[in-house]
């Protein structure tokens, strides 16, 4: 693999910005940022999109004209920056879609408050739940979500928590492909919604 050149990157991620934003740090929360991610990661990720491998209606397009080269140039351009931090995750609102004149059965269910979240997210980062065969996410990710640049295993910290929402979603519909056998998929499936809320709160305060 050819090391890429992060200054010829930097004009060749020029069209990238408007979604990825400035050095790689999207303020919107469903654009995932692309700053101090591996550049091996980011390689296979727009080789994946170029393939249809891994699918996104901007994302395909995108990658369509990008030569090897471009791709590697690109990585390390944003390899090279740094991520920035997160404020605290929002709960969404409540369904809208609910009948608001229906009376509850039972009182409705409380849900957990957002430390509460984290708290859960954090604890099965570390320790997974055996039980149900869930692997913890710091085997591959690291103690700090710092990931693993030559096993190309993505770092996670301070990613938008909506992203990674969407990401362990779409790995437990199946809707997003992956590049590295199945590991995802099969940790996604076992999840619960709650669960993947928990982790991404937590893993986007990292
Ligand atoms: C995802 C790179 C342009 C929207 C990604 C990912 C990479 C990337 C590497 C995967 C990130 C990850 O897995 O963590 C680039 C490059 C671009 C570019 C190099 C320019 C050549 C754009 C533009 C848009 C966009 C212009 C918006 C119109 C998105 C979205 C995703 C994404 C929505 C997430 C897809 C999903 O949910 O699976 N991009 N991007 N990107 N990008 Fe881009
Ligand atoms: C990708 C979360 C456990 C290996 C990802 C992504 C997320 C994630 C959010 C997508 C990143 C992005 O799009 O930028 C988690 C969580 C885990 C976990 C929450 C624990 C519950 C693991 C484990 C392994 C692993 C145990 C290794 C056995 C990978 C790999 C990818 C990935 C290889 C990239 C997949 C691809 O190329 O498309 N993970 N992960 N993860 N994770 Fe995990």
Do not use: W
Request: some cysteine; overall charge negative.
């Amino acid at each position: 693999h050819a090391e890429g050149n992060p200054r010829a990157g930097k004009d060749k991620a020029a069209a990238c910005n408007s979604c990825h934003g400035d050095n790689g740090n999207s303020m919107a929360p469903n654009f995932p940022k692309l700053a101090q991610q591996h550049a091996s990661y980011l390689a296979k990720q727009l080789l994946a999109f170029k393939s249809g491998a891994r699918n996104d209606p901007m994302m395909s397009a995108m990658a369509l004209p990008l030569s090897d080269g471009d791709m590697a140039d690109i990585a390390a351009y944003y390899a090279a920056q740094k991520i920035s931090a997160n404020a605290m995750p929002v709960l969404p609102p409540p369904d809208e879609d609910e009948d608001e004149d229906e009376q509850p059965a039972a009182a409705p269910v409380k849900s957990k408050s957002v430390p509460e979240l984290i708290a859960q997210g954090s604890d099965l980062y570390r320790n997974g739940d055996r039980q149900r065969e869930v692997s913890a996410c710091i085997a591959c990710h690291g103690p700090f979500g710092e990931g693993n640049q030559p096993a190309a295993f993505p770092a996670l910290f301070s990613q938008h928590a909506d992203y990674l929402i969407k990401a362990l979603t779409d790995f437990k519909t199946g809707a997003r492909g992956n590049t590295s056998e199945n590991m995802m998929h099969m940790i996604a499936r076992k999840m619960t919604d709650e669960e993947i809320r928990a982790v991404a709160y937590h893993i986007s305060m990292m």
